[in-house]
């Protein structure tokens, strides 16, 4: 499917203004965030939610994240709890996705909530999302702008890498600060469920909550499109390994990786390692040779970017 010519649009506010018309006129258009760049449709338009579906070759089961300009647009969708709402007061606009009962009247195309009575919802930081978002009025469906199963794009290039010619245009804001993509909490009545590790760290989350957060599974609430293989690079990818062996690609993290060909942070910083985690794969996998990944502590941001390591490195198929 390569029937579109993919405009890339500056993200000046006559680029903003005609992604915005695109979005009204069902068209869909990759935008940046502070997380990976999304490929936006109007949330309320089937055929552009059925759309963002084909393009990404992503399954029907795994629901889409509603991108809103404010928190009003927000409370109109969905009943967020009071812990939600702290969250919000606290990491909004940010990383952060809050999964909520739908309210009724929403106006949302079923199939962005893959036919489930709950919606996840975040407001992004970024500016050009934020003024795309508030020159559109209306809420944006977005996942991240690859083909479905494959790394996520954290620059405009990698999103034409898998998207060019399934989309109508591209929005480039530069690189994606946080790199990650968003954390997602959900609720199982008065209990916060850490639905996925993301762009704020479990330890920031429960500072605010004053409490635990639960894992995924221990309520009855999960996130259906936790897919074992994610993140995938073509290649063969191995975890905590402390050297290359012949031929691979070795990514280091810290100072100790002497000779590794490329880094997710000399200094073994765990933010700079998740703001730069998808290009090094991108970067990586375009050397055509198997990878191997020097161990990144599981603290901090650690946790998220070892998520992403251990679905990359997953069978695929799984
Ligand atoms: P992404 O794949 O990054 O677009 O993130 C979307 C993810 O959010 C999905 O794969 C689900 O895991 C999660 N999600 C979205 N909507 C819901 C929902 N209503 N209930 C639970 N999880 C959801
Ligand atoms: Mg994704």
């Not at 649009?9 to 069902?26: F, K, M, N, V, Y």
């Not at 508030?134 to 809420?139: E, M, T, Y």
């Amino acid at each position: 499917m390569r029937a579109l010519c993919t405009q890339t649009l500056a993200a000046t506010p006559e680029g903003i203004a005609q992604a915005a018309r695109l979005l009204s006129a069902g068209a869909l258009v990759a935008l940046p965030t502070e997380t990976v760049y999304g490929l936006a449709g109007d949330a309320r338009n089937p055929d552009a939610v059925a759309g963002i579906f084909a393009a990404k070759g992503r399954p029907q089961h795994n629901p889409l994240i509603v991108h809103l300009a404010d928190l009003d647009q927000a409370l109109a969708l969905a009943e967020i709890p009071a812990q939600g709402l702290a969250l919000a007061r606290a990491f909004w606009p940010g990383p952060l996705t809050l999964v909520a009962p739908l309210r009724a009247g929403h106006g949302l195309a079923p199939a962005v909530t893959a036919g489930l009575d709950s919606v996840a919802l975040r407001l992004p930081a970024h500016p050009a999302a934020r003024a795309l978002l508030n020159a559109f009025g209306g809420p944006i469906a977005a996942p991240s702008a690859n083909p479905s199963g494959r790394i996520s794009p954290t620059t405009a290039a990698h999103v034409l890498a898998g998207l060019d010619g399934r989309i109508a245009a591209v929005l480039d804001g530069g690189a994606c600060a946080v790199g990650l993509e968003s954390s997602i909490v959900g609720f199982d009545g008065v209990t916060a469920l850490l639905l996925r590790e993301g762009g704020i760290s479990r330890d920031a989350l429960e500072a605010v909550l004053g409490a635990r957060l639960g894992r995924d599974g221990s309520g009855k609430i999960t996130a259906p499109g936790q897919l074992a293989a994610h993140y995938a690079p073509r290649a063969a990818l191995r975890l905590d390994a402390r050297a290359p062996e012949p031929q691979e690609v070795w990514i280091g993290f810290g100072p100790d990786c002497k000779g590794a060909e490329l880094s997710l942070s000399l200094t073994g910083d765990l933010e700079e390692a998740a703001a730069r985690l998808f290009a090094v794969l991108h970067a990586a996998d375009a050397k055509g040779r198997a990878i191997a990944v020097a161990p990144v502590p599981e603290r901090g941001l650690g946790t998220a970017i070892n998520d992403r390591l251990r679905r990359a490195a997953a069978p695929k198929g799984a």
